[in-house]
């Protein structure tokens, strides 16, 4: 922490930047596994909206 005195004798307590990192692009294997979490969580919402739908329409 980098700390600093102001007027008056407050300290004043600054945090750290984190180091900066460059984004590389993807590879292959990684774009996949993206594209199944986006398949998996698309899925998920369905079955939700699905339920949601059988439960207000009193099928459950």
């Known amino acids: ?3 600093t005195h102001e007027d008056g004798g407050r300290l004043n ?3 750290r ?3 900066m990192v460059i984004a590389e692009p993807l590879t292959g294997a990684e774009q ?3 594209l199944w979490l986006y398949g ?3 899925g ?3 079955v939700m909206v ?3 739908t059988w ?3 009193g099928l459950v």
């Open 1 to 3: 922490m980098t700390v």
């Open 13 to 15: 307590a600054f945090a």
């Open 17 to 19: 930047e984190p180091k």
């Open 32 to 34: 996949r596994q993206r």
């Open 40 to 42: 998996l969580g698309a």
């Open 44 to 46: 998920l919402v369905a």
């Open 50 to 52: 699905a339920v949601t």
């Open 55 to 57: 439960v207000s329409r």
